[in-house]
């Protein structure tokens, strides 16, 4: 990853001003990435999938939205950073609606490129042994699905945040 590359920086809190998110904005200085195009998720509006499967046959949604904005970012950028809180043990419904809307990434198959990678910033509010497992799950097939290997060495994941946020060191 050069300091020039195209980074697209997914906020998935529903807050602006969020623990999640300050990882992820810490992230970027201390790397001093450029280019970067900030998406504060819940400012698109992105309407869930349908499972209507048109997108299968014509390898786009039918759903116009802001999804639309979204689709070329999520394709071309060279590093895809995420951020989100773990609530009931899974993504926030905005972000998890981005993800499921990538439906017709899938069907196109979009190929993996090595140079391509993906890190997640994740904050639970308390603590159990799996509270980020789903989470972590689920953004990995995100990621494969529109071509991104997962760097889980850069990836942070904060627990207990109600209280005194502790890092999570464990590997998942």
């Known amino acids: 990853m050069t300091q020039n590359s195209r ?10 001003e969020s623990f ?28 869930p999938c349908t499972g209507c499967n048109s997108c299968k ?4 949604c039918v759903i116009k939205d802001d999804m639309q904005k979204l689709y070329t970012l999520l394709t071309t950028s060279s590093l895809i950073l995420t951020s989100a809180p ?35 910033f994740l ?15 689920t953004i990995r097939h995100f990621y494969k699905t529109i071509g991104v290997s997962f760097d889980r060495q850069n990836s942070q ?7 005194k946020a502790e890092k999570f060191s464990s590997f998942i």
């Open 7 to 16: 980074v697209l920086a997914l906020y998935g809190s529903p807050r602006r």
């Open 20 to 47: 999640s998110g300050s990882l992820l904005e810490n992230y970027i200085k201390k790397h001093q990435l450029n280019d970067v195009t900030y998406c504060f998720i819940k400012d698109y509006s992105i309407l």
């Open 57 to 60: 046959k014509t390898g786009s």
């Open 86 to 120: 773990v609530y009931f043990s899974s993504l926030p419904s905005q972000l998890k609606a981005l993800i499921d809307r990538c439906q017709p990434l899938f069907w196109k198959q979009v190929a993996n490129d090595p140079l391509r990678h993906g890190v997640l």
């Open 123 to 137: 904050s639970a509010g308390s603590f159990y042994s799996a509270i980020f497992s789903s989470s972590i799950t």
């Open 157 to 163: 994941f904060y627990y207990n945040t109600d209280t």
